[in-house]
C-alpha cells in the first residue's frame, strides 16, 4: 500500500549509495518522493545547489516517482506547502539518534500532522556520509564504492 507524498531533505554534499539506498526504499513506500536540499543550515557546502541538483537527478534518473528541489525556511512549512505528510530521515548508527529525535519531535510539535519516518540502509553504508566521501576524494582516495560514478566524476573534478 502506498501513501501518497514524502519529503527527503538533506544537504546531499554530494548524494552518496547511502542516500540513494534511503532513496530507493522510499520510493517503493510512496506515491512520490521529493528529494530537497537543505538551503539555510550552516554547514559549508562543497558543491553549488545547481550542482547537488544535477546530480540528485542524474542519479535518480531510473526512478518514476522521485522530484528534486530545495529549500529555505522550516522544513515543516516546505513539506506542507508540498502537501507532503511524511519526512524521510535515515538513521545509520546510534550516532544519529539524538539529533533526528529532537528535529522529529520538535517538527511534530510544530506540524502534528506530518510524520517523519526513518528509513535504515543496508549495513554496508551504515557508516557512510558525504563528509568522509569528500575527504577520500580530496586526498584522491578511491570513492567508487560510494558513490555513483557521475558523481565520483564530478568530485574527482573539484579537486583536480
Ligand atoms: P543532513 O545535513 O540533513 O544530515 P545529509 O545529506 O547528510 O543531510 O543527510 C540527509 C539524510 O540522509 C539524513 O537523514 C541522513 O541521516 C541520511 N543519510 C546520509 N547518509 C546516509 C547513509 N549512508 N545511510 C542512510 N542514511 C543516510
Avoid at 550542482?51 to 530545495?70: A, L, P, W, Y
Avoid at 508540498?82 to 529532537?102: C, M, P
Wanted: with cysteine.
Amino acid at each position: 500500500m502506498k501513501k501518497n507524498m514524502a519529503v527527503y531533505p538533506g544537504t546531499f554534499d554530494p548524494i552518496t549509495n547511502g542516500h540513494l539506498d534511503i532513496i530507493e526504499r522510499a520510493s517503493d513506500l510512496f506515491d512520490k518522493v521529493i528529494v530537497t536540499i537543505a538551503l539555510n543550515t550552516n554547514k559549508k557546502p562543497l558543491f553549488t545547489k545547481q550542482e547537488r541538483m544535477d546530480m540528485i537527478r542524474k542519479v535518480t534518473g531510473n526512478f518514476k516517482n522521485i522530484e528534486v528541489d530545495s529549500f529555505d525556511g522550516l522544513l515543516v512549512d516546505y513539506a506542507a506547502r508540498k502537501n507532503a505528510s511524511v519526512i524521510i530521515r535515515g538513521l545509520r548508527a546510534v550516532s544519529d539518534f539524538e539529533y533526528e529525535f529532537q528535529m522529529s519531535l520538535t517538527n511534530r510539535k510544530l506540524a502534528p500532522n506530518i510524520t517523519t519516518i526513518f528509513l535504515m540502509p543496508n549495513e554496508k553504508y551504515s557508516y557512510l556520509n558525504s563528509s568522509l566521501v569528500k575527504e577520500l576524494a580530496k586526498f584522491k582516495g578511491k570513492t567508487s564504492c560510494f558513490v555513483p560514478d557521475y558523481v565520483r566524476e564530478k568530485l574527482e573534478r573539484k579537486f583536480k
